[in-house]
C-alpha cells in the first residue's frame, strides 16, 4: 500500500493542455506515486531480494528519476489514445455569429457553438 499527502485529486484539462504549474505538480507526484506503487510490486514479487528494511527502503530512493524514466512511455500511451479520440470524434461546429468592425468592417470575431459526442 502506497500512502502519500499532499494528494491529488484532479487536475483540469485546461491546465494540463497549458501545463499550469499546479498541473505539473500533481502529474509529477502521480507520476512518482506510480513509481512506488510499481517498485513495492516488485518487492513483493522478489522477497529474496530484499531480506531487510534497508534493502527495501534502497528500492525507493529514486522514483523521482524512475518516473522521469516512466514518463516517455505515459506520454505516448496517451498521445495514441489522443490521436484515436480525435481521428474518431463525431462533432459538429457551427458558425452562430461573426463579428465586424464599425471603423473599418473588417472581420473582428467568429463565434462557434461545437458539439461533441
Known amino acids: 500500500m502506497i500512502l502519500y499527502h499532499n494528494a491529488v485529486d484532479t487536475v483540469k484539462t485546461n491546465e494540463v493542455l497549458f ?16 513509481a ?8 513483493m514479487d ?8 534497508p534493502e527495501i527502503e534502497a528500492a525507493f530512493l529514486h ?8 514518463l516517455e512511455d505515459h ?3 496517451l498521445r495514441r489514445s489522443l490521436e ?22 473588417e472581420m473582428s470575431d467568429v463565434h462557434v457553438e461545437l458539439d461533441v459526442e
Do not use: C, H
Open 84 to 105: 484515436s479520440f480525435l481521428r474518431n470524434a463525431k462533432f459538429r461546429a457551427r458558425v452562430t455569429r461573426i463579428d465586424y468592425s464599425k471603423a473599418n468592417g
Open 36 to 43: 512506488a506503487e510499481a517498485n513495492a510490486d516488485m518487492v
Open 63 to 70: 522514483l523521482n528519476e524512475q518516473a522521469i524514466d516512466m
Open 19 to 34: 501545463y499550469s504549474p499546479e498541473a505539473v505538480r500533481k502529474l509529477g507526484i502521480m507520476l512518482m506515486v506510480n
Open 75 to 77: 506520454i505516448a500511451d
Open 46 to 53: 522478489m522477497p529474496e531480494e530484499y531480506t531487510s528494511k
